[in-house]
């Protein structure tokens, strides 16, 4: 249950705000919106505000803004002719703004998400290459049952103050000693202060030559040096325009995986994300917030793409009518529109089918 409420909210806070930008850029350059709807399908709930119908529909799977212009008219006798209103006597730059709103839009709500997941567990800021996170120390979280490390009397929350020599040692430092000592010394602080100190043969009696030694302990640090929310604001910023690129590629390779029935580690379909977000959601609130940056920033990237029905699809075909100077037919561009979300759609149902079986097969 918390799952599916936790990825309901990550998925339609994006959604939102999305549209939301859309909303406010057509307004912005004097564009009406006929209707906003925060869901698809049927409309639950409806109230005009402001010249728009906002709605809620039933289904939690996206939203829309219906904006005059977008799409050709019919007469009475059904001959299709060019729209004369809203998006159509705009501007190329205009249009460009308004369909680029819910892109930008992610982004920024990306970044402060990211900052946010970044503040709350500094460790996160490696994985946006800025500064190296300073930590302190290290504790014993976990002991494994029937570990070297049980038998000799460690326990969880235990401080290692020296091993072998060195003094406070980061986990990584402990990590290190552990792949080059030939004996082992510890000096560990228990819950209630008690120091004791642990002498073992190292690598153990009955490790295999080649493999490495285990101690049975799982180290986090003691203490995170913080970050200001400020700095973690423009590392996340940097690291999105950073990813936009590699997210691209990533989206290629994941749908050139699904048509070839190979192996797909690149994109995620609706199974792959709820279980990310259930996982995310039984650690913390910032691995969410972290997971919810992704998503918004994966969002973004994806309407971007030059693919008909998406945000860069339409921005393509509003750049070539300008370029060509003058329109398609009446019903041609958006018979390009509709080609394009079907072949969305068919990439989408293939990954859910192909994650549903790899899930069934596991």
Known sequence: MLTAIVFIAILMTAVLVHELAHYINARSVGVSVRAFSIGMGPVIWRRQWRGTEWRLSLLPLGGYVDLPGMAATADEDGTLRH????????????????LSGGVIANYVLGVFLLAGAVTLEPGFRELLGGAPTEIHGAQVVTVGEGSLAESVGSREGDVLLRVNGV???TPAEVVETLGTADALRLELAGTTGQVREIELAWPPAGTPPGERALLGIQLAPLSVEPIAYGDALAESAAFGVRMLPEMVVAFVRGFGSALTGATNEDVAGPVGMVSMVGQAAQVGVAPVLLLAALINFSLGVFNLLPIPGLDGGRMLLATVVAVRGRPFRPGQEEAFHFIGIMAVLALIVLITVQEL???LGG
């Not at 729209?83 to 308004?98: D, F, H, Y």
């Open 167 to 169: 003094r406070d040692p």
């Open 357 to 359: 079986g790899g899930l």
């Open 83 to 98: 729209p004369n209103e809203g998006m159509a006597t705009r501007s190329l730059p205009q249009k460009l703004w308004v």
